[in-house]
């Protein structure tokens, strides 16, 4: 028998009752019995993932689209506040997401160095959310002296009662 052959046969064991026979018959080797099964001990209801007052209440997710206009605006941030209403329903906690925005420079073309959109102060209040849109268009010439305007199109998400 070969080498090869003689690992191939010392290889091919069958483990039964903690020990190891190989096909060898002058070789035989002790392998120890398996740990005994530890009992489980029971474990505790799931808890909620947020432990916020309202959230063992039912509710449901709800959505509002729409679009905001940004007048024409120069030297500074334009502020727009917005509200949207969810009616007879009352508003739990909500987000606003962008959807799509449209800004550009009235009078001439520009390089463009910084463009902000951006929803601040959301807050529900019965079934009305309010926010405020916040856009800014500044070239690179360190003011923000050039006028713009566009329009922002946002989703509002909402969990009602």
């Known amino acids: 028998m070969n080498r090869m052959s003689k690992l191939a046969v010392a290889a091919m064991a069958v483990v039964a009752g903690g020990t190891a026979y190989f096909a060898a018959p002058t070789t035989r080797a002790q392998v120890p019995p ?16 947020m432990n916020q ?7 449901e997710i709800d959505f ?4 905001i206009s940004i007048g024409i605006t120069k030297g500074t941030e334009a502020v727009v506040p917005t509200s949207v209403n969810f009616a007879n329903r009352q508003v739990l906690s909500a987000q606003v997401l962008l959807k799509g925005f ?13 463009e902000v959109v951006r929803f601040e102060n959301i807050d529900a209040q019965g079934e009305t959310v309010k926010f405020d849109t916040r856009v800014l268009l500044r070239d690179n010439s360190g003011d923000i002296d ?11 998400i909402a969990r009602l009662r």
Do not use: C
């Open 34 to 49: 398996p740990p005994a099964p530890q009992p489980v001990a029971p474990q505790p209801a799931a808890q909620p993932m």
């Open 53 to 59: 007052p309202m959230m063992n209440q039912p509710s």
């Open 64 to 67: 509002r689209s729409g679009t």
């Open 102 to 114: 449209d800004i550009e420079y009235i009078d001439a073309d520009h390089a463009l160095h910084r």
């Open 146 to 156: 050039d006028k713009y305007a566009g329009k922002v199109d946002y989703v509002v």
